[in-house]
């Protein structure tokens, strides 16, 4: 069964980091590009961050650029996303999906998105 398990969200302050984990169970990480999502209470469910599966490539939204990385790990079907100098607009449920593209580019709109997690919440708030 295929499945991408988010962990890693919590309670930081602004300023703070967190490293949030997504884990691939019942198919190969290599053959997929995987991004990152969130969805802030009230508003509509936005395209963080992706990660190709060829190479490597990267993506990211303008409002994260320079404070979020996204990276994977193969051989241990984890894809992650660090997150530094968190601010309170951050505050989100992320959630992380997989695309069936095989290819060095990736993209953060839903709709490419073939498989989800279940989120995990990050609240950032003193």
């Known amino acids: 069964q295929l499945q991408l398990v988010e962990s890693g969200g919590g309670l930081v302050q602004p300023g703070g980091s967190l490293r949030l984990s997504c884990v691939v169970s019942g198919f190969t990480l290599d053959y997929y590009a995987i991004g990152w999502f969130r969805q802030a209470p009230g508003k509509?469910?936005?395209g963080v961050s992706c990660i190709s599966s060829v190479g490597g490539s990267t993506k990211y939204v303008?409002?994260?650029?320079?404070?979020?990385?996204?990276?994977?790990?193969?051989?241990?079907?984890?894809?992650?996303?660090?997150?530094?100098?968190?601010?309170p607009e951050d505050t989100a449920v992320y959630y992380c999906a997989a695309s069936t593209y095989y290819g060095r580019v990736c993209a953060t709109q839903s709709d490419v998105m073939n498989y989800w997690?279940?989120?995990?919440?990050?609240?950032?708030?003193s």
């Open 44 to 46: 509509e469910r936005e």
């Open 62 to 87: 303008d409002s994260v650029k320079g404070r979020f990385t996204i990276s994977r790990d193969n051989a241990k079907n984890t894809v992650y996303l660090q997150m530094n100098s968190l601010k």
């Open 117 to 125: 997690g279940k989120g995990t919440l990050v609240t950032v708030s």
